[in-house]
Nanobody, 123 residues
Framework: QVQLVESGGGLVQPGGSLRLSCVASESRWSINRMGWYRQAPGNERDLVATITTSGDTNYADSVKGRFTISRDNKQNTVYLQMNSLKPEDTAVYYC?????????????????WGQGTQVTVSS
């Protein structure tokens, strides 16, 4: 429905910062809530943060006060500013978008996922 492309991952020392970006392709689908999830080896994919089109945000307790999610609706882009990074933040980070489309009078809802970007926090 919508292609999502993440960037900005990498290797950083504990206490450092990274900024992730996710750009959504143009599409017939409307992009609603966007968010970031992460998955460490052997673990399930967990919520990191979400943001609505009006800017309402939600964060996992483990990242509150350290991570900030934002978006540019005109550019179909969502960002994740990660500060004070810890080794336990190491994971593959995935961008997610909730999308919708009215097709012949029927409202369709779906999800799109990016390919993921690796974040490694290590000294």
């Amino acid at each position: 429905q919508v292609q999502l492309v993440e960037s900005g991952g990498g290797l950083v020392q504990p206490g450092g910062s990274l900024r992730l970006s996710c750009v959504a392709s143009e599409s017939r689908w409307s992009i609603n809530r966007m968010g970031w999830y992460r998955q460490a080896p052997g673990n399930e994919r967990d919520l990191v943060a979400t943001i609505t089109t009006s800017g309402d945000t939600n964060y996992a307790d483990s990242v509150k006060g350290r991570f900030t999610i934002s978006r540019d609706n005109k550019q179909n882009t969502v960002y994740l500013q990660m500060n004070s990074l810890k080794p336990e933040d190491t994971a593959v980070y995935y961008c997610n978008a909730e999308v919708s489309l009215v097709d012949q009078g029927t409202l369709l809802n779906s999800y799109s996922w990016g390919q993921g970007t690796q974040v490694t926090v290590s000294s």
